[in-house]
């Protein structure tokens, strides 16, 4: 636990939260920002800041609860949509450094919007980064 974390607080039952589910590894609990009914936060329970600390039984664990909670949200609210969103630094909008990912329902014109610039680089160049990225593996 990191004493000023507001999602180790949370995991700790410290502070409230409107918990949808939770097991050994995650907690699962409302968003207090919903951006539409059912907006879900899954979280690790260990403090873990972003993706790339994640270890493997972490990472299996905070999709497995995703999967779950998405069901369980369709189940509840038969959103037309549901998308799932994970940022990792600022620059990719998180906002609180604990590891989390959203289960947003989403409805047609709910004003949600990701811009996505597309690059279209050449074969070439996909091979290329494709090469860097399989070297880091
Ligand atoms: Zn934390």
Known sequence: MKADCVFCKLVAKQIPASIVYEDDATLAFMDLGQVNPG????????????????????????????????????????????????????????????????????????GMQLVWPVKNPSREKLEAYCAQIRATL
Do not use: W
Request: include cysteine; proline fraction near 6%; aromatic fraction near 8%.
């Open 39 to 110: 907006h879900v936060l899954v979280a690790c329970k260990a403090h873990v800041e972003d993706v790339y600390a994640l270890d493997e039984a972490q990472a299996a664990a905070v999709f497995r609860t995703a999967a779950r909670v998405a069901r369980a949200v369709r189940g509840a609210f038969d959103p037309p949509g549901l998308s799932i969103y994970q940022a990792n630094g600022k620059p990719a909008g998180q906002t609180v450094f604990h590891f989390h990912l959203h289960v947003l329902p989403r409805h047609d014109g709910d």
